[in-house]
C-alpha cells in the first residue's frame, strides 16, 4: 500500500475510534434539566396528593404545582453535548449529586428522608400558620447525655425546670441560667402513658461551639401539630426538600373555605421552616421551564432565588417574591383580588 492509501485507513481508524469513545464512553458530569411538575392540589394516581382524614375539607381550584428538577447520569460523551446544545439543560460535576464517598442507594435515601422531613415541615408550617396548637416532642438524644437512658425520642415535653415547654425555644430558655450539676425536673408524656417526672442532674456540653458553663440536657426538640386528625401527603419517586412551600399552601388551602390561588394556575417552590420562613433552592431555571410549559402564570419564587429567577425567568411568567408564608398568602390575595403580587 503506498502512503496515501495508509492516510486514508489511519483516518478512517480515528474516526471510528473517537465515534466509539464519544458513543460510550462516560463523562464525569450529569445534566440538569427541567423534571416533572406536581399539582399539590390534584391525585397522585388514585389518590389524593395531600388528603385530610377527621377534618371538614373545601373544595379547591386551578393549581399549586410544585417543580422538580430532573438528574440525568451516566451520560457519553455525545449525549452530554446533545443536552447542553438543546439549551434546556446544563451540565454539573457528577461528584456535587453523588459524591464518591456514598452509595446510590445512600444519596436516594438522604433525598427520600429530606422529600418526608418537608411534608412533616410543611404540615407543622400550615397549622401554625391556621392557628392550630402544637407539642413538643424529643428528636434525637446525644447519646452519653443525661437524659440518654431517662427519656426516649417520641416523648412529649410539657415543662422543664418549673417552666412549661411551647416550643423549641422555650425549653432552651427553660435551662439558660443553669449550670453543669444542677438538678432539673422535666415533666414528660410518653405515648398514652401519664404524665411522667424525671429528676435529671445536668451535664457539661462537650459538642463544638456547645456552651460549657451552662446545664446541657441533651436532647433536640421538635414541634408537631397537635390536632385530632391526619393530614397525608402521597408523591412517589420524588426527592429534596423544596416542595414545601406549595405543600404548606395547599394544606392551608384545603382546610380553608374559597380558592386559595383564586382559580389560577400557579407554581414555584421553596423548602420551608416550621415557622414558616422560605429558603433558596437549586434548579429554578428548569423549575420555571417546566411550570411555563404545563401552564403555569404565576411563579413563586424564594426571595434570595430572585436575581437569578429574574435574570432567567421564560416569557409570560410572572414571578412573585416570598421570604415567608405570610408573602406567599399575601400573594394569593393579591391574585383573588386580580391584583399583581409583589414581585422580585
Known sequence: MNRRTWTLLTSVVLVVAFGLLGAFARVPFVALGPGPTYDTLGLDGDHPVIG??????????????????????????????????????????????????????????ENTEAFNDSQTTAESA??????????????????????????????RLLNANGKPVTDAASLKAALTGTK?????????????QPE???????????????????????????????????????????????????????????????????????AGTGEIDPAGNVGPIGGIPFKMIKAKESGATIFLVPAENCAEAKSQAPDGLQLARVANLGDATKAMEALRANQAPAAC
Request: net charge negative.
Open 52 to 109: 385530610v382524614e377527621g377534618h371538614e375539607t373545601y373544595p379547591t381550584a386551578g393549581h399549586l404545582n410544585m417543580t422538580t428538577v430532573s438528574v440525568t447520569d451516566q451520560l457519553s460523551l455525545f449525549g452530554a453535548l446533545g443536552l447542553w446544545v438543546s439549551g434546556r439543560y446544563a451540565l454539573a460535576p457528577r461528584d456535587v449529586y453523588f459524591p464518591p464517598n456514598k452509595s446510590e442507594q445512600q444519596i436516594e435515601q
Open 126 to 155: 400550615a397549622l401554625r400558620f391556621l392557628g392550630y396548637p402544637h407539642k413538643v416532642l424529643i428528636g434525637q438524644i446525644v447519646k452519653g447525655s443525661p437524659a440518654d437512658g431517662t427519656l426516649e425520642p417520641g416523648d
Open 196 to 266: 411522667q417526672v424525671a429528676n435529671v442532674q445536668l451535664g457539661r456540653n462537650d459538642q463544638p461551639g456547645g456552651d460549657q458553663s451552662q446545664g446541657f440536657l441533651g436532647v433536640g426538640a421538635t414541634e408537631r401539630p397537635d390536632v385530632p386528625f391526619e393530614i397525608k401527603i402521597s408523591l412517589a419517586d420524588v426527592g429534596g426538600p423544596s416542595a414545601g412551600l406549595m405543600f404548606t399552601l395547599a394544606i392551608i388551602d384545603k382546610l380553608t373555605p374559597g380558592e386559595l390561588n383564586g382559580g389560577k394556575f400557579v
Open 180 to 192: 453543669p450539676g444542677d438538678r432539673v425536673e422535666i415533666r414528660y408524656q410518653r405515648a398514652d
